[in-house]
DNA sequence: TAGTGGTCTAGACCACATG
DNA sequence: ATGTGGTCTAGACCACTAC
């Protein structure tokens, strides 16, 4: 073979046009855009090395390169001698992907559920400039409270975009059983790719002390959860409250 | 070529053997331990991907695959045209490599450091097994407050292996410009890695109430975090705690 | 111009999963 | 036995940095 690259799109060069990416780039966005289209499902494979290599006609290699990219980006799944899957907030085995309170010693998990209400609503000016909604669109606002051992751990209000999230209701949410992410894969098409958190101190008020059933004031950690998925589009604002006295957040630094 | 793969230490099975691991995970030990043995010093650079693959008679492409992971998991840095470098807690210009203290809208980086303590002591029994000390061995303690334009916003209590630091003084410290991390990298020669961190809301007592410029009973971030050298080799056990008014911890999911 | 990392290819063989 | 991802090789050329 004389030379290597062969964009897939030529150069078409339209304005400002930005610098030629590698080839496993283009792939990568190409296999993002399935994805995003629902092309494959979550949890279903996608096709296998050498069929994309066919079908972008490029190596194998360097399809691999950009799956190899997707899976450290937690969208793909790779499982050697049997294919290659989309993510899946499904099957999180264990562990809720997103979910990063551990129990101290001695405690456990909190696995059980409670939704405490879910309506629709006017976003509130700053909950519509985070989600990027026009001003006045309508939402949607679940609180929760997840417990351990019958104990209260976590207070959370969470807000979706009206539009993506049509037929919300309590029922749905109680008869779910399961991570709220994969209802929302399953039922919504929505999957949450990544999250970014802001972590605060902060004093209980009358109202979360008694859901929490802790003395106001009590501190507790505030956790502010903007969550994106396919194109970073933000599509969840979680505001959590988090007693720590039996659990913890927990973290890793590299 | 006929066959690929050939283990740089022969089979030699001696009693449990595990399973031989690919070649390119043997190179990665192999760089690690070099690394480990300061054969190239934090800021330097490697030899280069073909002088490697020399020196371990394998492709190009395997050495390649092992400094990709090790880029990952930030011990080396990559720098296209000019070679691959030892990471440094040096020049992570901007931000701290693992503070991830972020100042709210308006508000400034803790950049201001004091260092108010600074002394040998033999580890209490919870930190010596942290640490895995031995019971009774000596630690160094120091304790420090960060400010953002004057007022306080981080005190922390750092808790160090007497064995690797041995001339840790207050002078060293206040008269270090720049991240202690990289003070601890070319006067101590310990090089932190990683770390893990546990997060929780606390209240303020009256000694810590005092020093942050709070009131008795605010929340608090606490943050205590343990930071690892090569071989995971516990180093630093850190006991922060965060005013969050003016500052958030900030954390990515993915 | 020479040296470095970055991309791409083509083909071999290995390890695992399944029928 | 077949198909999948995982490893390894050898060699080409590109992009960036330095002298």
Redesign the pocket.
């Known amino acids: 073979?004389?030379?290597?690259?062969?964009p897939i799109e030529p150069p078409a060069d339209a304005g400002a046009a930005p610098?030629?990416?590698?080839?496993?780039?283009?792939?990568k966005a190409l296999l993002v855009r399935s994805l995003q289209g629902g092309e494959w499902k979550p949890g279903e494979?996608?096709?296998?090395?050498?069929?994309l290599?066919a079908r972008f006609?490029?190596?194998?290699?360097?399809?691999?390169?950009a799956?190899?990219e997707l899976?450290a980006d937690g969208l793909l799944v790779?499982?050697?001698?049997?294919?290659?899957f989309v993510a899946t907030h499904a099957e999180e085995h264990v562990q809720y992907r997103f979910l990063r309170l551990t129990p101290e010693e001695g405690a456990s998990p909190p696995v059980e559920r409670r939704v405490l209400d879910c309506r629709r609503l006017r976003a509130p000016a700053d909950v519509a400039r985070t989600l990027e909604l026009k001003s006045g669109e309508a939402a949607v606002l679940v609180r929760r409270l997840l417990s351990a051992q019958g104990k209260p751990v976590v207070l959370d209000d969470i807000w979706l975009p009206g539009a993506l999230f049509k037929g919300l209701t309590v029922e749905k949410l109680t008869g779910w059983r399961g991570p709220m992410y994969e209802l929302f894969e399953s039922e919504f098409g929505v999957r949450m790719i990544r999250a970014e958190e802001q972590i605060r101190a902060v004093a209980a008020d009358a109202a979360t002390a008694q859901w929490l059933e802790v003395a106001a004031g009590t501190p507790l950690l505030s956790v502010e959860r903007l969550s994106r998925t396919y194109g970073d589009k933000p599509v969840e604002l979680r505001r959590g409250l988090y007693n720590t006295a039996q659990h913890h957040y927990r973290n890793e630094l590299s």
Chains 1, 2 share one sequence.
């Open positions: 073979m004389s030379s290597a690259a062969q610098a030629f990416s590698p080839l496993y780039q283009q792939i494979s996608i096709p296998s090395e050498l069929e290599a006609k490029v190596s194998q290699g360097t399809v691999r390169k799956i190899d899976a790779r499982k050697q001698g049997k294919g290659t």
